[in-house]
């Protein structure tokens, strides 16, 4: 039982177009949430996160939507870049320490 | 300015052996994580350390597995009689000390275990 869900394994968007990432979860106790960005061989990194008491946090061209009676939250990025190509992983934070991740979207900017 | 170190990057090891994965968190952070990634699967919560410490070690399998955070040098986890199924990559993350304020957490590049 996945508490974590998303639903894209991978996309491909157009260089200067946005991306979305999408990300369902299934408990609305969930209060806080996150995205990483993963290159091949590398660690996840931390992008953005958001908590419950927002419906939205920008920064820079990465945006973090949260719909808290849909239990949805997304990632746009734009515009995309090459060097955005990477898988994603939003992740939810439960109590103070643990993170549930989701299985990621491969993302794939073309040039 | 190092970020979380893990060594070895790779480990190749036999049925039956052990293996040690070893992790420095980043300086000023005494709060370390162990996550565990599948082939074509998220990171998966293992156990949660500080300093001698095991916080949370819900996630980790009974058997085989354990893991420490000694007052000195790294974090250490290890798996005992490694099967075929613990070959995986796994990550290890810090946060500082003020753990219960959401502090992000902050990955290692991974050690990536095959077992043959």
């Known amino acids: 039982d996945q508490q974590v869900k998303q639903n894209s394994p991978s996309l491909s968007v157009q260089e200067g177009r946005i991306s979305i990432l999408n990300c369902d979860y299934t408990n609305s106790m969930f209060d806080y949430f996150l995205w990483y960005k993963k290159y091949p061989a590398e660690g996840p990194t931390f992008l953005i996160s958001i908590s419950s008491i927002k419906d939205k946090n920008e920064d820079g061209r990465f945006t973090v939507f949260l719909n808290k009676s849909a239990k949805h939250l997304s990632l746009h990025i734009v515009p995309s870049q090459p060097g955005d190509s990477a898988v994603y992983f939003c992740a939810i934070l439960t109590g103070t320490y643990k993170y549930i991740f989701g299985t990621g979207t491969r993302l794939k900017v073309l040039a | 300015n190092a970020g979380v170190m893990q060594n070895p990057r790779h480990l190749v090891r036999r049925r039956g052996q052990e293996a040690r994965l070893r992790c420095s968190p980043m300086k000023g952070h005494s709060h370390v994580y162990w996550y565990r990634q599948l082939p074509e699967e998220g990171l998966k919560f293992m156990v949660y350390?500080?300093?001698?410490?095991?916080?949370?070690e819900s996630g980790m399998p009974k058997e085989r597995f354990s893991a420490e955070f000694p007052k000195e040098g790294p974090s250490i986890l290890r798996i005992q009689q490694v099967v075929r199924g613990d070959s995986a990559a796994y990550f290890c993350?810090?946060?500082?000390?003020?753990?219960?304020?959401?502090?992000?957490?902050?990955f290692g590049p991974g050690t990536r275990l095959l077992v043959l």
């Open positions: 350390l500080q300093k001698e410490n095991i916080i949370d």
């Open positions: 993350a810090s946060s500082p000390s003020s753990a219960g304020l959401r502090e992000t957490q902050y």
